[in-house]
């Protein structure tokens, strides 16, 4: 097991696009092992193998809180759906095979620290691919992680959630981003408790 370095946007190889990968040789297993033992460590609900520079159709997603990592509010409750698949999600060269309705949810990304927007996606999705073993899988999702698959896929393709915001406001954050960098977590803290309420 290993910890892999999460590349933060606006590194160019997160423009890059996964290549398909034809076997799921061990090499492969101990990568996806890997990105979520990584995932869990950043308290990320997803990661896609174009996060961490290796250009491959590759995701992980767990939307069970790790230890006291309450962020995404699940006390709102999974949908049956969610319920019904087994966490963690690994699947290799994912595939949206049907998309219903429209949902809107508050999105982050481990490749934007501290940076949250709302993004409007399909809301229940079928999706094929390879599971860890190789052999083939399907996916019903709605909730959070047909939000979330749909996010990570994105990965794949090179895009990343703000490409997907309104152009005002994605290049507010890619303009702020530039400037600023990521604030540390504790500055982001600090930067909350002297806030002012405004109106
Ligand atoms: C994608 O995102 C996602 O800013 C996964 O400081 C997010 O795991 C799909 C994270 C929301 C659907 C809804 C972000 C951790 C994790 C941060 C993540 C941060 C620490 C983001
Ligand atoms: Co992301």
Do not use: W
Not at 108 to 122: D, H, I, K, N
């Amino acid at each position: 097991m290993a910890l892999l370095e999460v590349l933060k946007f606006p590194d160019s190889r997160l423009r890059h696009k996964g290549k398909v990968v034809d076997k799921v040789t061990p090499e492969m297993q101990q990568l996806a092992d890997d990105m979520l033992e990584t995932m869990y460590a950043e308290k990320g609900i997803g990661l896609a193998a174009i996060q961490v520079g290796v250009e491959k159709r590759l995701l992980v997603i767990d939307i069970q809180p790790q230890g006291e990592s309450d962020r995404y509010e699940l006390e709102a409750g999974m949908t049956d759906l969610e319920k019904q698949v087994k966490l963690p999600i690994v699947i290799f060269n994912p595939e949206i095979t049907k998309k219903e309705g429209k949902t809107t949810y508050d999105e982050g990304c481990l490749s934007v620290p501290g940076f949250y927007e709302s993004v409007t996606r399909a809301k229940y999705i079928e999706v094929k691919g390879l599971d860890r073993d190789g052999n083939p899988v399907e996916y019903k999702l709605d909730g959070l992680l047909s939000i979330c698959m749909q996010h990570e896929i994105d990965h794949l393709d090179g895009k990343v959630f703000i490409d997907r915001l309104s152009p005002i406001k994605s290049n507010r954050i890619k303009a702020k981003i530039k400037k600023f960098g990521y604030p540390k977590p504790e500055d982001e803290e600090k930067e909350e408790e002297k806030e002012p309420a405004t109106i």
